[in-house]
């Protein structure tokens, strides 16, 4: 099961694909972790596929990594007694905390701290912008609206404040809940929602407690704002574009894709791009060859993984989301112009650290002696992630104690992770790669890997020794 890539593919799992025949069919195609999506579904759902995944894993004997996404809170309007209504422009509609049923006068905002945040002048965009509002008067308990643009507006819908920092819990009630539930199921990561500050991360990773990996979920221009903060605090990133393009100028979004995703690679951190990348699959067998050339920009970014949603939880072809994304992945890593830009854009070496320096000589060393792969041995995944963040063109294999760090890897652009035994010494850790590099494929007799590893093992943090090695 060695990819044909180095780029990783996420797919969420839902009602087109629970049964365990298709999900074994997604992971044949090419799924390297797999997306639990707790707007949907209810735990029972959740534990079934992951049970279903975890019978995979034995089965193939790699581990696969299991993300748990967050809700979040839902800002929603109310509803309406005819179940919408109609706009015109320059039109004006009070928001107020009202749960009677709205009309085009009026509608319910069941939301007190949005209706006591948003100031004069700034503007509440709703079904996913569609609508566009700008707050022209408020009072106790009410907001008053102009409408800007659009042309109806029906129950429930959605809505998003641009440049406004809600006094809001990035974790609901409902979140927390979820949250100690996917705990005891035993996913490897926790995707949070809806973060606008660090303070926001923070409160998640004490309730995790390190039970399991922490991805925050930009999508709010203050997460931009306070990428620095959060990204300290954090294990990695998913960039969830489809609020975040709302929120922010459409023009905006390619600019902001290219700056988080190198600033997250060189945090040595993983970095997810999501949402709408292969949306109209939902329907269609193919995609649009906007959407191909979209996928396509992510992996030449040097993104870890891209990520389909309603394609593979919803959709009408699952199975072909996930095929075509794995070509055009594919497709991008062997053009000749992919491999400049990513060896263009290497992180800064001058770190002055023991530890940055002997995988960044590892990079270098292998690239020089045209090597089979590159090994590691890790206990926390340090290691590993500090030779992922220089994004080498051959393999990074994986070699590790702990299944839990194996999983989490699986996120990890280039990391083909293998859960071993335990080894006390470095030349043990060596005989070990030897076979292991042999076994999953990787290499065979006379060829050369290069291997770095922390010794004393068990350190995390402390790769101090380079080794190359031959084959058998």
């Not at 704002?225 to 709302?246: F, I, K, S």
Request: aromatic share 4%.
């Amino acid at each position: 099961m060695i990819r044909a890539r180095q780029t990783k593919i996420v797919a969420t799992l839902g009602p087109a694909s629970s049964t365990p025949e298709m999900i074994r069919k997604l992971f044949m195609a090419g799924v390297d972790i797999f997306r639990l999506n707790f707007s949907h579904g209810t735990h029972e759902d959740h534990k079934s596929r992951l049970q279903i995944i975890r019978d995979l894993e034995k089965e193939f004997a790699r581990p696969i990594g299991i993300i748990a996404d967050l809700q979040g809170p839902k800002l929603r309007v109310g509803k309406f007694a005819d179940g919408k209504i109609d706009l015109k422009p320059g039109q004006e509609i009070i928001l107020d905390l009202d749960p009677a049923l709205g009309d085009e006068k009026r509608v319910n905002l069941p939301h007190p701290e949005v209706i006591n945040t948003m100031p004069v002048g700034s503007f509440i965009l709703l079904d996913d912008g569609k609508v566009r509002m700008e707050i022209v008067g408020r009072g106790d308990g009410f907001l008053k609206g102009k409408i800007i643009s659009g042309r109806t507006l029906s129950n429930n819908k959605g809505f998003n404040v641009p440049g406004v920092v809600l006094p809001i819990s990035a974790l609901t009630e409902k979140d927390r809940v979820d949250l100690v539930a996917a705990l005891e199921m035993g996913v490897d990561w926790i995707a949070q929602s809806f973060v606008q500050k660090p303070e926001d991360v923070a409160e998640a990773k004490e309730l995790i407690a390190g039970r399991a990996a922490l991805m925050i979920k930009v999508e709010k221009p203050s997460a931009l704002e306070h990428l620095d903060g959060m990204l300290a605090l954090c294990d990695g990133v998913m960039l969830a574009r489809g609020d975040l393009g709302v929120e922010i100028p459409a023009e905006d979004v390619p600019v902001v894709q290219k700056q988080v995703v190198r600033k997250v690679r060189h945090a040595g951190k993983p970095i997810v791009v999501a949402t709408q990348m292969l949306e109209s699959m939902i329907e269609n067998p193919s995609p649009t060859r906007a959407e191909a050339s979209d996928v396509a920009t992510a992996v030449f970014d040097g993104t870890d993984a891209v990520m389909l949603s309603a394609e593979t939880a919803a959709g009408n072809y699952p199975l072909e989301a996930v095929a075509i994304m794995d070509r055009i992945c594919q497709r991008v890593e062997k053009d000749p112009h992919y491999r400049s830009l990513i060896d263009a854009d290497h992180p800064d070496a001058r770190r002055h650290d023991a530890s940055d320096a002997i995988t960044i000589a590892a990079d270098q060393v292998a690239h020089d002696l045209n090597a089979a792969c590159i090994t590691t041995y890790t206990t926390s995944g340090s290691t590993a992630l500090r030779a992922v963040r220089q994004r080498p063109a051959m393999r990074i294999l994986v070699l590790t104690q702990n299944l839990s760090t194996a999983r989490r890897l699986a996120v990890s652009y280039g990391v083909h992770a293998v859960e071993v035994a335990e080894v006390e010494t470095f030349a043990e850790a060596v005989v070990l790669a030897r076979q292991t590099v042999k076994d999953q494929g990787l290499a065979k007799a006379g060829q050369r890997f290069v291997m770095t590893a922390g010794v004393p093992f068990g350190t995390p943090g402390s790769t101090n020794i380079l080794r190359v090695a031959e084959v058998e």
